[in-house]
């Protein structure tokens, strides 16, 4: 097989262009006098480098604004590098062809280019001998207070290959303090799991290394002591990628700390051949003074309004209906309208069938691969119930799960060697007997296409839920070059994004939903090219208040599916409104057996819906901050804004409730503070006696009238008058 073609590496956040070169003074970015440094802008940051002499480009300074270049010196290298003395974490490790394993960078030349309006500064560098460039490039979007950094090497040579043991795609380094990290990581059924730690002389690594994390490579960085979530300096950041990836934390004895990430080469390599070029995946760093809800800010906005893919961003989500819960594999025509009756009744607008329509899966031991209409479960094919659950007035939306395969399956059957493996080993399943199928071969993709091609084409499916249930294993390859095999988990990658992404232009109006047994693949690689985001299989309304608000503090409310489920993992038994009170924080869904609910459920779930229907404006595309985290006490506190700052939700979700001043938690005062509001503006809580100023409500608070354990509520705040300047 011919690897060639394939080496230029799609950016992992969307296809790149970049057009003409753009005047210095007209963009963030500023060219010194020399034509060597520059200074790059955002809203509250500037970012420093310069070149050394004859020698490489080094970073100065990456901080607040105000900081000018004359007053700071050089902290390291922009592209750190394997060779001469090793002080910084190296970004790049080759070997060239004669086992030479140093690289000497030096300055060739630099341009601005233009890539979807924003400003990008393109620094060339090269070895002083060996045949090798390096292009590093830094896109600027200053209202999100963030920069992206991605890098390309290019082998300029005729005839030897050179071996990337390593490549990274940013680094920067952070001025001399003392700072505590903040990262988000954790397993199955406890994803995004908050974590703080002091760093202290070493190396902190977050890493995957089996393409499922649970976490984020999302990250926050504060000096020690600063925690305010309103003000405080942050830097913060996350790499747009969905395979292997890792995230390095130095801090160096005399306390500068280098932050650098990127894919992850444990048991990785690619070989450029004469004239090839590999590109890494975006890493996006940020910097405010704005606290932790500011970096939240950041990010949310520019992935809502810049990452998300672009036909479907601006949408508003629908009110979806997942039959899993209430049929499991057991699913035939007639009982999925029955469900499909109640749902419509209710307001839902999608309604989504899961696991179980494809032929011979009857559990979860059987079918994958074969991705056909079962024949014994639905006689008639999909076509006649989707006609009829759309004439009830419902999308249709189905689940599939196409880069796994059962062994007991049609595909397998006809080709074994599709799937990972090495020879004379023995392949590792989960407790689900499945297998990863090698999406690195063009057979895999083409197959793959075909299918879920054929699938939406055949049919009028507007949504799909798709899944990804096993960790990697046996990443063997062995039909490859031998020097192509240690590159198959990114050419994995690679396929798995021209599959999505071809798809997609072929079905731009169809929603798609990722999944990854439950949050296993949160990253903005995936973001790029999904709508929305199932953030944890578990929904039980008590787990997943903890999992909003770390989720929130990463990624924006129009991504988080969440159903209202019949999970009580805590035998709470939770009211019903409590439960779409939750669910109504991101995208609402439902996953539970309607069919069964009483007349009074069905009651509530038509007010709630409809109620949900009236906010979800501000709760998709507005800017949430989180007030209160069920993390420092026993409730949790989200507000929603809209841009125009006239109107704003408050959700209050209280957890355990202890008797008076018995516990830390009941001496707290129980105001809570809201924030970005207008100061002059006077605005009306639904349900709350009085108007209050902006101002009052962001510097005294309001005691929301939420009382018991496990009791909710949502208030809608709106401006009723905006004083005269």
Same mark, same amino acid.
């Given at each position: 097989m011919n690897f060639g073609k394939y080496f230029v590496f799609a950016l992992a956040c969307g296809a790149m262009f970049l057009g003409a070169c753009l005047p210095a003074q007209e963009s963030a970015i500023t060219v010194g006098p020399s034509g060597k440094s520059w200074s790059i802008q955002t809203r509250s940051a500037v970012y420093h480098l310069a070149v050394s002499g004859k020698g490489p480009v080094n970073v100065l300074y990456f901080g607040n604004r105000l900081q000018r270049m004359d007053k700071v010196k050089m902290q390291g290298q922009e592209v750190p590098v394997r060779g001469g003395n090793v002080f910084e974490m190296p970004m790049l490790e080759v070997v060239f062809a004669d086992g030479v394993r140093d690289i000497e960078l030096e300055y060739k030349d630099h341009?601005?280019?233009s890539m979807d309006g924003y400003p990008v500064l393109k620094i060339v560098q090269r070895d002083k001998h060996y045949p090798l460039e390096v292009a590093s490039y830094i896109r600027v979007l200053p209202e999100y207070d963030v920069i992206e950094k991605w890098v390309e090497a290019i082998n300029t040579g005729s005839k030897d290959n050179i071996r990337v043991e390593n490549m990274l795609s940013g680094s920067v380094f952070l001025p001399k303090d003392v700072y505590e990290l903040t990262h988000y990581s954790g397993a199955w059924g406890h994803e995004l799991v908050p974590h703080t730690t002091k760093l202290t002389q070493g190396i902190k690594t977050l890493q995957v290394k089996a393409f499922k994390s649970h976490g984020a490579s999302s990250f926050m960085v504060r000096p020690e002591g600063e925690t305010g979530m309103n003000d405080g300096r942050v830097w913060f950041g996350t790499l747009c990628y969905s395979g292997n990836w890792r995230v390095d934390f130095e801090k160096f004895f005399p306390g500068l700390v280098q932050i650098a990430g990127g894919i992850n080469f444990w048991d990785q390599e690619i070989n450029l051949r004469p004239g090839q070029t590999f590109a890494t995946p975006k890493m996006l760093f940020g910097y405010t003074e704005q606290g932790a809800n500011g970096a939240t800010a950041s990010m949310a906005s520019y992935i809502r309004e810049k990452t998300l893919p672009a036909p479907l961003r601006e949408k508003i989500r629908p009110v979806l209906y997942n039959s899993w819960y209430a049929t499991t594999f057991d699913i035939n025509e007639d009982q999925q309208?029955?469900?499909?009756? !109640?749902?419509?009744?209710?307001g839902v607008e999608m309604f989504v069938i899961d696991d179980g329509w494809f032929k011979g899966r009857k559990n979860a031991n059987a079918g994958l691969g074969d991705w056909t209409v079962d024949k014994e479960k639905f006689p008639n094919g999909l076509s006649p119930m989707i006609e009829k659950i759309n004439a009830m007035g419902l999308d249709f939306g189905i689940w599939i799960e196409p880069e796994? !395969?059962?062994?007991?399956?049609d595909l397998y059957r006809a080709h074994p060697d599709w799937v990972?493996?090495?020879p004379n080993r023995e392949l590792h399943r989960t407790k689900r007997p499945q297998c990863m199928l090698n999406l690195a071969r063009e057979d895999v993709y083409q197959y793959l296409h075909k299918s879920i091609h054929d699938l939406l084409k055949n049919h009028n499916i507007k949504y799909v839920k798709?899944?990804?249930n096993k960790t990697l294993s046996d990443p063997g390859f062995p039909s490859a070059p031998a020097g192509e095999q240690r590159a198959v988990r990114v050419r994995y990658v690679e396929n798995l994004y021209r599959l999505v992404e071809t798809l997609r232009s072929e079905f731009p109006d169809v929603w798609f939903e990722n999944c990854s047994s439950g949050g296993g693949r949160l990253d903005l690689g995936m973001m790029a090219r999904f709508d929305c985001t199932w953030p944890s299989d578990i929904s039980d309304p008590v787990d997943r208040i903890f999992m909003h608000d770390s989720y929130l503090a990463l990624f924006p409310a129009n991504t988080?599916?969440?159903w209202v489920s019949e999970k009580d993992w805590h035998r709470?038994?939770?009211?019903?409104?409590?439960?779409?009170?939750v669910s109504m924080a991101g995208v609402l869904g439902i996953g539970c057996d309607i069919a069964k609910w009483s007349g009074g459920q069905r009651k509530i779930a038509r007010e709630k819906i409809a109620q949900y229907k009236k906010i979800r404006n501000i709760v998709q595309q507005g800017d949430v901050s989180r007030l209160v985290s069920p993390h420092d006490e026993n409730r949790n506190v989200l507000q929603y804004t809209d841009r125009t700052k006239r109107a704003a939700l408050v959700f209050v979700y209280n957890l355990a409730e202890y008797p008076g001043n018995t516990v830390p938690d009941k001496q707290r005062s129980p105001l809570v503070r809201l924030c970005n509001l207008l100061p002059d503006a006077t605005y009306r809580i639904k349900g709350v006696k009085g108007n209050f100023k902006g101002s009052y409500l962001m510097e005294i608070g309001m005691d929301f009238p939420v009382k018991g354990a496990y009791r909710s509520g949502i208030f809608e705040i709106s401006m009723i008058e905006l004083a005269a300047p």
């Open positions: 341009e601005i280019l309208l029955a469900l499909a009756k !109640v749902a419509a009744e209710l796994m !395969v059962n062994p007991d399956s990972f493996h090495f798709w899944d990804a988080m599916v969440s709470r038994s939770l009211p019903l409104e409590y439960k779409f009170d």
